[in-house]
C-alpha cells in the first residue's frame, strides 16, 4: 500500500516530513504513528491506515512533498514482496544522508542523542512547554532519539507541571542582533497571511457587545463546571455558540470565493486559531457547531486546543473550515485586525472583555452601570460582501450574546 502525503487543510498544498518512526524492514500496526509531518496548518503524528512491513521509504526526513505524493510503501500482511521501485529511497542512503548522532553514556545503557540533535515538533514543544532541557531526558527511540513517551515518563518521576497555560507562557529568550531561522510552521504561516493580504481587500469592522448575561451564566456555573470538567469555562464557547447562529442568518460568510462568484457552504464550521507557544499558529475545526449544545462546544474546544498544543489533532480535524475566530481576549487587547483565512472571506477577532461604565436606557430613564464589555472585530472579504451585510452579521452576533439565555443554554 501506498503511503502518501494528506491534506491537513484546504489551501495547504505540501508537507515536510520531520520524522520517521520505522524503517525499511519493520512491523508496523495499524494506527501505530509512523511519521511526522508538518505544514503551515499543524504539526502531527500521521498514522499507518494498515498493518504490515515498511518496505520502502520514498521521502527522507526534512524533505518538502506535494500533497498526494508517495511516502512509503507498507506491504500488508500475506502479500508478496513488491518489485522494487528505482525511484525509492532505501533506509540505508537515508541514514547515510543524517550525520550520526552524538552519544553518551545514559543510565539506562541506550544511545541519547545530544540534547539538541533533531527533536520533534511535538517533543519540542513538550519540552519547551514544561521548561526542560532536553539533555536531562534518556531517549528510548530509534538511534536514542528522544520520543514523546520519554518526556512525560520524564515529567511523572520529577513531578513535573507546566508553570503557565502554554497561550500566555513568556517567549524563549533571545540575544539583541541574532537572526532567527523561521521553522516550517512560522514560514508557511508567513507566505499564506502575505498571499491573503495581497489578494483580499480586507475591511475591519469593530462591534462591542454587552457579555453580562454571558457573565452571570459563567459565576453560577463555573466552579461546578471546573469541579466536573477539570477546565475553567471560559467566553469563547458562548462567543462561538453566537456566531454560529448569526451565520445561519448571513450566510454570505459562511462562503469562500470561487473565480467570479460565492459559494455558500451547507455546513458551519468554525475554526479556532490555537498559539503553538509563540511558535506559530494552527486551525482545529468544530463541525456542524449549530447541532452542538454549549456544553459539547466548550469541551471539544478545549480538547481541540489542548490536542493542538501536543501535536494530537488528527488530519480531518484541520479540514472543511468555513469561518475562523481568534481569540486574543487573554491577553487583554483592544481592538485586532485578522488576517482572513483563505479560502474564507471573513475572520472575528474576540478581544478582551472589560468592565466599563454603560448607560442604560429604560422608560424611567438613562442610568450608568457598571458591565464587562466585549469588542467583536472582524475582517472581511469587501469581494465577497459589503459593510452593511458585515455590520448587520455583527449586530446579530452581538444581540445573541447580549440576549440569550446562557443560562439555560448551559444546562442543555
Request: charged share 20%; hydrophobic share 40%.
Amino acid at each position: 500500500m501506498n503511503i502518501i502525503m494528506p491534506q491537513l487543510g484546504e489551501t495547504v498544498t505540501e508537507g515536510v516530513v520531520t520524522k520517521w518512526y520505522k524503517k525499511v524492514g519493520d512491523a508496523i500496526k495499524a494506527d501505530e504513528t509512523l511519521f511526522d509531518v508538518e505544514t503551515d496548518k499543524v504539526s502531527t503524528e500521521i498514522p499507518s491506515p494498515v498493518a504490515g512491513i515498511v518496505a520502502e521509504i520514498v521521502v527522507g526526513e526534512g524533505v518538502t512533498a506535494k500533497v498526494g505524493a508517495t511516502l512509503a510503501v507498507i506491504r500488508e500482511s500475506g502479500e508478496g514482496k513488491p518489485a522494487a521501485n528505482p525511484a525509492a529511497v532505501s533506509a540505508a542512503p537515508l541514514a547515510a544522508s543524517v550525520a550520526a548522532p552524538v552519544v553518551s553514556n545514559a543510565p539506562s545503557g541506550r544511545p541519547r542523542v545530544n540534547a539538541a540533535d533533531r527533536l520533534s515538533p511535538v517533543v519540542r514543544r513538550l519540552v519547551a512547554e514544561h521548561s526542560l532541557n532536553p539533555s536531562d531526558i534518556t531517549g528510548t527511540g530509534r538511534d536514542g532519539r528522544i520520543t514523546r513517551e520519554d518526556v512525560k515518563d520524564y515529567i511523572a518521576s520529577r513531578g513535573s507541571r507546566p508553570a503557565t497555560s502554554p497561550a500566555v507562557s513568556a517567549p524563549a529568550p533571545v540575544q539583541p542582533g541574532q537572526t532567527i531561522a523561521f521553522n516550517g510552521i512560522r514560514k508557511r504561516v508567513a507566505e499564506n497571511t502575505a498571499k491573503s493580504w495581497q489578494t483580499a481587500p480586507h475591511v475591519l469592522q469593530v462591534a462591542e457587545a454587552d457579555f453580562l448575561r454571558v457573565d452571570q451564566a459563567r459565576k453560577r456555573h463555573g466552579a461546578a463546571w471546573k469541579a466536573r470538567e477539570g477546565f475553567s469555562l471560559t467566553y469563547l464557547p458562548f462567543i462561538v455558540r453566537a456566531v454560529s447562529i448569526a451565520l445561519g442568518k448571513f450566510p454570505k460568510l459562511n462562503a469562500s470565493l470561487q473565480g467570479d462568484g460565492l459559494v455558500l457552504h451547507r455546513r458551519i464550521n468554525i475554526g479556532i486559531a490555537v498559539d503553538l507557544n509563540f511558535d506559530g499558529l494552527v486551525v482545529p475545526v468544530l463541525k456542524d457547531v449549530p447541532a452542538k449544545s454549549l456544553p459539547q462546544i466548550a469541551r471539544e474546544i478545549n480538547d481541540l486546543a489542548q490536542r493542538a498544543r501536543a501535536g494530537k489533532l488528527r488530519p480531518d480535524e484541520m479540514t472543511e473550515g468555513t469561518y475562523t475566530i481568534t481569540n486574543n481576549g487573554a491577553f487583554g487587547t483592544v481592538i485586532t485586525a485578522p488576517i482572513i483565512n483563505q479560502p474564507q472571506v471573513a475572520i472575528l477577532s474576540a478581544d478582551g472583555i472589560r468592565k466599563k461604565p454603560v448607560v442604560i436606557e429604560s422608560d424611567g430613564g438613562d442610568s450608568i452601570a457598571i458591565r464587562p464589555v466585549g469588542v467583536l472585530a472582524q475582517s472581511f472579504d469587501h469581494r465577497a460582501v459589503d459593510g452593511s451585510y458585515s455590520a448587520a452579521f455583527l449586530a446579530e452576533v452581538r444581540n445573541a450574546i447580549e440576549t440569550r439565555n446562557w443560562d439555560q443554554a448551559m444546562e442543555a
